[in-house]
Every structure is written in C-alpha cells, then in structure tokens.
C-alpha cells in the first residue's frame, strides 16, 4: 500500500514585530457555537450496563428498565473504578460476621470455607471509594454481566462481550486513555505504603479504620495501573525495530477477586475460595512511518501477544505468594501446548470451515 502527498501553499511568510501582538493576524470566516462548558454530546463517556439472569432481577428490569450508568471520561479515566457487594441489611452483615470464629485470627484454615447464598447483598458501582450506582439486593453466588460502551461524538464502540460477575465478588472495572498518570501511582503507591504501616502495627483501633477499600480497591487499582504501564512500555519497545509507533487510544476491562459457585442441583447455595481474574480489552492507536501493511500487521499482533501475556505476568506478580503459583492466559496456554507438542490449529476466515474442530 502506497499513499502520495502534495503540498500546496505550504511557504511560510515571516513576519517580525518589536511587540507582541495582541490578536492573531488571521481573519475569522465562520464562528461556531460557544459553550461556557463541553456539552454531553461532545464528551467521551462510557457507559456501564449491569445486568442479571435472576428472575427477580429480570422482572424488575421488564418494569423499570435497564441497569445503566453513564460518566464522563474525564471522571474517570485513570481513577479507581470498583464494582463489588455490601451487606443488604443490618441482618445480612450479622450473619457474615457469625461466621468468623471467636478470638484471634491466625491463620487462614480459621476461616469458613463456604459462605451460604442466603446471605444478601447489594452491587454497588463506586469511583474512588464513592457509590455512584447501587442495584437492589441479591444472593450471594449470583451472577451478573457486565457489559462496558464507549461513546466518542461521532462513534459508539462496544468494549468486548459482556464480562460475568459473581456477586460476592471484588472488581477493578478501570478505564485508562493514552497513559498512565504518574502523580496517581505515586499517590497510591503512598497510600499502600501506609495501610501496610497500619496492618504491621496491629493497632485494633487503627486496624478497624481500614477497609475493604484500603486493601482489595487498592491492590486491584495498583494491579490494573502496573498492567498498563507495562503495555505502553513493552509495546512502544518491541514495535520499534518496526518503525512503528503506538498511542494507548483507550482501555477498559476487569482485574479483581472472582469466587467460586457452590450448586446442588443447577441453584447456587454459597460461595467457596476462588481466585483473580483479568480481562482487558485495549484500543491501539499504530502508526508505521512507511507506511508498510505488513509491518502495521506485525506491530498489532506483537502488541496483541504483550496485552495477553500481561495477563497472567500482572496477577503473578501482584498476587502470587509462591513460585508454585501460575497465571494462565492465551498466550500462556499456547505456549504450554507447543512445549508439550500438542497440534495447534491456525484459524482464520479462509479456512475456519476446515480447520475449526468440535469437542
């Protein structure tokens, strides 16, 4: 692919004063509207739709609608976006509190292992620690989707398939546009630093000021700033040798505590120990200086490899407490199964009707 470019009238007539001038040399054709503030239509926002496969839940939405939030981009790009379950009632956190045992926690085999579906709770959408969105009560081990839409003025862009959630669950649902602000990771990186402060000084009074914000809403933010990092630093790098160039043109996706379903027949009775999750969906901006299809190609796959590879790279490295510990993600998986001589297949729209194989 070639592309030719001509300039016309591009001399540049210099002109020099002893002042500066107060107002430009040029003469205004046409004027536009004037906003004292941007006006909704002309702001990026995203777009937040919750939705849930309980009858109740169902039922309500036929009455009421659809369980939607949209926010500006600028409220929260790069801030601290969380989706995650509180208590329904004053009865529902009695009961969660019964389960712990009496005394002193010292170890983790203290804790129950199951923690019954009767338990209600509330999903709650919150940025920086606020509630922004609240939905009605639920059963513990019930699950949602939740399904993200970016609008820009002249285009509307579906972020992936809609991501499930279980409630009892702890989510990082973050958007980042272009780069990672430098001044929020060092003020998170502060405020981690003091919670450990807090949690090493088993100070009871201190202790029972942290919540769950304090920990879980600051390693999932810090675990989905540092996957980002990574991305723009690893993918500017290795598409280099490419005469390529990439912008971050925007992200979203989820990192957090995904729990386990107890079922006894196809119902959901409780949630046992599970494990983190991650599932980003990024946006690239890429520019190839030659203009070369077919390094433009291999400037997005290889930034496609470093986005899947930091899938399980980001949670090893934030959440795993042993060298036994392994995160899992496509790339991952592949490479495991060419160590392990397994036949991979190659699928693309030429021959998926040939190669794509059920089962």
């Not at 990026?44 to 169902?58: C, D, H, N, V, W």
């Not at 700033?225 to 971050?248: C, D, N, T, V, W």
């Amino acid at each position: 692919m070639s592309v030719n470019y001509k300039l016309i009238n591009t001399s540049i007539i210099q002109e020099n004063y002893s002042t500066l001038p107060s107002s430009l040399p040029n003469n205004a054709v046409v004027v536009g509207a004037r906003y004292d503030k941007i006006p909704t239509s002309l702001q990026q926002r995203m777009k937040f739709y919750i939705a849930g496969t309980s009858q109740e839940f169902l039922i309500d939405e036929m009455m009421n609608g659809k369980k939607n939030l949209t926010l500006p981009m600028s409220k929260i790009n790069n801030e601290k976006v969380t989706l995650s379950f509180a208590p329904a009632s004053q009865a529902d956190e009695n009961a969660l509190n019964s389960l712990l045992p009496e005394g002193e926690i010292t170890d983790e085999s203290q804790l129950p292992s199951t923690i019954p579906s009767y338990i209600h709770v509330k999903p709650q959408l919150k940025v920086n620690g606020e509630v922004v969105y609240e939905l009605g009560e639920t059963a513990l081990g019930e699950t949602y989707t939740l399904k993200q839409t970016l609008y820009k003025p002249t285009q509307t862009i579906p972020f992936a398939q809609p991501r499930e959630i279980i409630s009892g669950g702890y989510y990082a649902v973050n958007t980042i546009v272009q780069s990672v602000s430098v001044e929020k990771l060092k003020t998170l990186q502060n405020k981690i630093k003091a919670t450990q402060t807090l949690l090493e000084n088993n100070d009871q009074t201190q202790l029972a000021s942290i919540t769950r914000e304090d920990i879980m809403g600051d390693m999932v933010y810090a675990a989905t700033l540092s996957y980002y990092a990574q991305m723009i630093s690893q993918g500017k790098m290795a598409i280099r040798p490419l005469k390529a160039h990439f912008e971050l043109a925007g992200s979203s996706g989820i990192i957090g505590y995904k729990p386990k379903i107890s079922k006894r027949f196809g119902l959901p009775t409780g949630l046992t120990a599970g494990g983190m999750s991650c599932d980003i969906v990024d946006t690239h901006m890429v520019d190839q200086g030659e203009l070369n299809l077919d390094k433009l190609v291999q400037a997005n796959q290889q930034l496609g490899m470093i986005g899947s590879s930091l899938e399980h790279l980001v949670l090893e490295q934030l959440f795993a407490t042993d060298t036994n510990v392994e995160g899992f993600s496509a790339v991952k998986a592949i490479q495991l199964a060419n160590q392990q001589g397994q036949k991979i297949f190659t699928i693309t729209k030429d021959n998926y009707q040939t190669q794509w194989v059920y089962g």
